[in-house]
């Protein structure tokens, strides 16, 4: 049964170092989702992409954080530098269409 | 943009009984409503979901139903079970290019 991936599943880094997760979506899906998710601020979206191209990271830190598609394979979404306040866990969907979504397990992140 | 809110934030009920948790949303356009189960530690996994041509829509134990003139939507979950304990997530789309709108997420504990 066809499931999202994500790599690390787990990350602990010290603050100012980069960290990159990475995302496999559903084969012939071709809308990608990154969210994150806190306690405080529950299930926050960053960025999602359509066919590989961008079509919104509004909710994305831009100084920090960078997300991308170089395939219609894997997705990355990366922070340099990293901060405690980064401490969430990420989690990428993707879908056919904007509103269908299928979560992969998530990145727990941990910055100290 | 779409504000979807969702109550209890936290309910718990005895094995065995019934578990109902609404959401509302702003948007009369809204026309998709799926809702989505997170058990602790994966992500969340779609379990239900209803458009606005109908009104209920029903799963083995589980059914969502449609107001859309009040403009909110519910989750049943009946004869409840241990495994069904985790946060709900409901959402609410327009369609088309418009990405899912997500609550803040229920808290269901099921007691045995």
């Known amino acids: 049964d066809a499931r999202v991936t994500q790599t690390p599943r787990h990350k602990v880094t010290e603050m100012g170092q980069e960290v990159t997760m990475r995302c496999q979506p559903i084969?012939?899906?071709?809308?990608v989702f990154w969210y994150r998710q806190t306690m405080m601020q529950g299930l926050e979206l960053l960025a999602y992409?359509?066919?590989?191209?961008?079509?919104?990271d509004s909710g994305m830190p831009k100084d920090r954080f960078s997300a991308e598609m170089p395939d219609a394979t894997l997705a990355t979404l990366k922070i340099q530098p990293s901060e405690p306040r980064d401490s969430a866990v990420y989690f990428c969907?993707?879908?056919?269409?904007?509103?269908?979504?299928?979560f992969g397990p998530g990145t727990r992140l941990t910055v100290t | 943009g779409e504000n979807v809110e969702q109550h209890p934030s936290t309910l718990s009920v005895q094995e065995g009984d019934s578990a109902v948790i609404k959401c509302t949303y702003s948007?009369?356009?809204?026309?998709?409503f799926p809702w989505y189960k997170q058990e602790l530690g994966k992500g969340p996994q779609l379990i239900i979901d209803?458009?606005?041509?109908?009104g209920e829509k029903k799963d083995q134990r589980i059914a969502v139903t449609l107001n859309k003139t009040a403009k909110h939507f519910s989750l049943h979950i009946t004869e409840t079970q241990p495994e069904d304990s985790a946060v709900y997530f409901c959402?609410?789309?327009?369609?088309?290019?418009?990405?899912?709108?997500f609550g803040k997420g229920n808290q269901v504990v099921v007691i045995p």
């Open positions: 209803i458009r606005s041509n109908v």
């Open positions: 959402a609410a789309s327009k369609g088309g290019n418009n990405r899912l709108a």
């Open positions: 948007d009369s356009a809204s026309n998709y």
């Open positions: 992409f359509r066919n590989r191209a961008p079509l919104d």
């Open positions: 969907a993707s879908g056919r269409f904007i509103d269908e979504q299928y």
């Open positions: 084969l012939g899906h071709n809308t």
